[in-house]
């Protein structure tokens, strides 16, 4: 199946830090979603994005469907440990299908 | 919130045994489930889409007939591996979409094939 280019692959930053994470597609895309995966659990949702130029938050999380409608941003305001994790975008074209990004590993140094 | 349930969460067994797996979409009814395959620190892939009702639609290089997945109900979608064998150990990850809403995750199944 499709994937999608997720960078960075990973990151290690101090707390308090800011993250930013992208993801881009070779075809157009009508909805981004964006995930957190635990180790040895499912994604858990973090935001929807149904619209071109669409920027939501959800708290210290903010994530933007890009204009060209092929890739999508997510940023991390002020980090903090729980925020450990792998990060994936997922994007759905005209189908039904989400396709997923390639991931990104985000540690946090207290 | 929408809840998916997946079973088992883990299961170890002998090359050659076919296993099944369970997803139930717990407070909603899902027409269409999704079954993805995660290999360690990859991405989720998904291997087929899950119609109740009809035949699965499965992505290109997964083997229908390896990976069969009935869809018999509303709130249930099973994927057995049939013939496991060492090289399908994997974690398998299904996914309903309840109404209009994105789709949410069950927690997973850890296969691991001796």
């Known amino acids: 199946g499709q994937q999608l280019n997720q960078s960075p692959q990973s990151m290690f930053i101090q707390e308090g830090e800011d993250v930013s994470m992208n993801c881009t597609s070779s075809s157009i895309f009508n909805t981004w979603l964006w995930y957190k995966q635990d180790p040895g659990e499912g994604p858990v949702l973090l935001i929807a994005?149904?619209?071109?130029?669409e920027l939501t938050s959800n708290g210290r999380l903010t994530a933007q469907f890009g204009i060209t409608r092929k890739d999508s941003f997510l940023n991390i305001s002020a980090s903090i440990p729980s925020d450990v994790g792998i990060y994936f975008c997922a994007g759905r074209g005209t189908g039904n299908q989400f396709y997923f990004g390639t991931g990104t590993s985000l540690t946090v140094i207290p | 919130g929408a809840v998916v349930s997946q079973h088992p969460s883990w299961v170890i067994c002998k090359s050659g045994t076919s296993v099944k797996i369970e997803c139930r979409s717990l407070?909603?009814?899902?027409?269409?489930m999704f079954w993805y395959r995660q290999f360690p620190k990859q991405s989720l892939m998904l291997m087929a889409t899950?119609?109740?009702?009809?035949?699965?639609?499965?992505e290109q290089g997964v083997e229908k007939d390896k990976f069969l997945i009935n869809h018999a109900s509303l709130t249930l979608s099973t994927l057995t591996v049939t013939s496991a064998h060492p090289e399908d150990s994997s974690f398998y990850i299904c996914s309903a979409r309840p109404g209009g809403e994105p789709q949410h995750f069950g927690d997973g199944t850890r296969l691991s094939i001796l």
């Open positions: 899950s119609n109740e009702g009809s035949k699965a639609t499965y």
């Open positions: 407070d909603f009814q899902a027409t269409t």
């Open positions: 994005l149904y619209k071109a130029g």
